[in-house]
């Protein structure tokens, strides 16, 4: 529908923080950085038929290819 006085647009309480809202969300997401990441887990089976084992890092995925190397080479019993 088309406005008649277009000088002025009133805002009322609720949209403006609303916008601001919309608009940080938005500044955050333009600034978002990708970050390669891996997921490390531990699958394994006793072989006595209780089934197969699976166990994951408590803190989540893994950053930095270092930390992931050394996991790796723990889980191996390559320590180096």
């Given at each position: 529908?088309p406005?008649?006085d277009?000088r ?17 969300r ?5 600034s ?11 699958q394994?089976?006793?072989g006595d ?10 803190s989540g ?9 050394e996991?790796?080479n723990?889980l191996r019993?390559?320590?180096q």
């Open positions: 529908f406005l008649r277009v002025c647009i009133s805002y009322g309480p609720c949209q403006t923080p609303t916008l601001w809202f919309c608009v940080q938005h500044k955050q997401i333009q978002f950085v990708r970050e390669p990441y891996w997921e490390v887990t531990l394994g089976d006793f038929g209780r089934g197969p084992l699976e166990f994951s890092l408590k995925n893994v950053t930095d290819e270092r930390m992931l190397r996991i790796s723990v019993g390559t320590r």
